[in-house]
């Protein structure tokens, strides 16, 4: 069994759901499992839903809803016509459920509402999707992640229940492949053990995918993106970058950690345990090889560059010019817990600590303000951080060509640059 994950660009009108389709259909003789998003902007939309209902906004959150429930009912028009009618009767299930909280007064708190509307959003995409698959005659089922992913009441970024969600794939999962060929369901959501709906916080649709190929034995995992493969830069800010054809799991882990858009560490830590392999594939260009992502080491990595611009770095500096030791440098670490920002870098000096954040504006001046009570503290804005995995001489020379290293790290592997 394969499983496919599609995230909301390659769903975000009629002609990208048809060419998602043909995708899913040209897997023939597999068995799949297909993990979906919801499509384009609906998570934004339904994001402000949630914020105008819990700010006592219920005509203008119902407006806004409305819309969105028009988008998808005109999406689905032009996609079914035997399948229409359930089709329909299965969002309208979705939209009666998210009005009805709409017409009550928020009594718990805003994460508990947030997830019980956003969640909608992956119900009705793959609804859709999976009616205009069986109207395409494909062995299609829908499935409800809410019903199999068990975890946590931590709203917006559930734990998962791993025990449990095994157990419901054993038994309500793989039963359905004598069947069907294709089963689509969600990415992103759970629930709770009293069936109150959950998100699995950021990059949780690849997350989603990941569990069901650890928790069923998957071959493997495809995440179908609008680009050709990983690249070792933003080609959109470094023309020359090149397409990577492999990467480990910990250069992935790697990666992540310093700030690339590739794949979450806690996608990749499932299938890194059961040694799934991860393919990045292009949905607008199938044949494309995309980017294999599996225990193997590649030996021959180009420079890979993490462009982090609107940075900003801090220095604390003692008042009494006492070294920057254990208590003073436990005093900040507790700050930036209370703050909740943590450094993309930092370096100590004799008296002073500098460290690198991103420019959260509220945090930043939260966090100067408070500092200032202890250390003599000054803030330096519009800074840019650049991080590049096996670098060269070449590559470093280039990159700091014309601008100002303010502050420099490098291990054997890995340069970081703040620049202005």
Not at 345 to 365: P, R, V, W
Request: proline letters at 3%; one cysteine or more.
């Amino acid at each position: 069994m394969k499983i496919y994950k599609f995230g909301g660009a390659s769903i975000n009108s009629v002609e990208r759901i048809k060419n998602t389709g043909n995708i899913i259909s040209h897997a023939k003789d597999e068995k799949l499992l297909v993990v979906i998003s919801a499509m384009g902007k609906t998570t934004n939309a339904l994001e402000k839903v949630a914020e105008l209902y819990y700010a006592g906004k219920k005509e203008e959150a119902l407006d806004v809803f409305s819309q969105l429930k028009e988008s998808h009912l005109n999406t689905l028009k032009y996609l079914t016509v035997t399948q229409w009618q359930a089709a329909e009767a299965q969002l309208k299930e979705f939209f009666t459920e998210i009005e009805w909280l709409l017409h009550d007064k928020p009594v718990r708190n805003y994460d508990y509402y947030y997830d019980q509307i956003v969640c909608c959003g992956e119900l009705l995409s793959t609804a859709i999707i999976a009616h205009y698959l069986q109207e395409q005659k494909l062995k299609v089922k829908w499935l409800d992640a809410r019903d199999i992913i068990r975890t946590d009441d931590n709203f917006r970024d559930a734990a998962i229940d791993w025990e449990f969600t095994g157990k419901q794939m054993e038994e309500k999962v793989a039963p359905l492949y004598k069947d069907y060929d294709v089963i689509i369901t969600q990415g992103f959501i759970g629930s709770t053990d009293e069936n109150e709906s959950v998100t699995l916080g950021r990059e949780g649709s690849d997350y989603t995918a990941a569990i069901f190929a650890n928790l069923m034995n998957g071959d493997s995992v495809t995440i179908w993106k609008d680009v050709d493969a990983v690249m070792s830069a933003d080609p959109k800010k470094y023309p020359d970058a090149s397409i990577i054809a492999s990467l480990s799991f910990t250069e992935v882990i790697e990666m992540a950690y310093y700030g690339a858009q590739v794949i979450h560490p806690k996608t990749i830590k499932p299938l890194q345990n059961k040694n799934i392999p991860l393919y990045v594939k292009s949905f607008l260009d199938p044949s494309l090889p995309g980017t294999v992502i599996s225990k193997e080491t590649n030996k021959n990595l180009p420079p890979i560059i993490v462009n982090k611009e609107k940075q900003v770095i801090i220095q604390f500096k003692t008042k009494d010019f006492s070294f920057m030791e254990d208590r003073p440098i436990h005093q900040l670490h507790e700050l930036f817990k209370d703050v909740k920002i943590k450094p993309n870098l930092s370096q100590n000096t004799a008296i002073s600590l500098l460290c690198c954040f991103d420019d959260h504006a509220e945090k930043i001046d939260k966090l100067a303000a408070v500092a200032s009570e202890i250390f003599d503290v000054t803030v330096e804005k519009g800074l840019i951080l650049l991080t590049i995995r096996h670098y060269n001489e070449e590559t470093l020379e280039k990159l700091s060509k014309n601008k100002l290293v303010v502050l420099e790290q490098k291990t054997t592997e890995t340069t970081q640059m703040v620049v202005r």
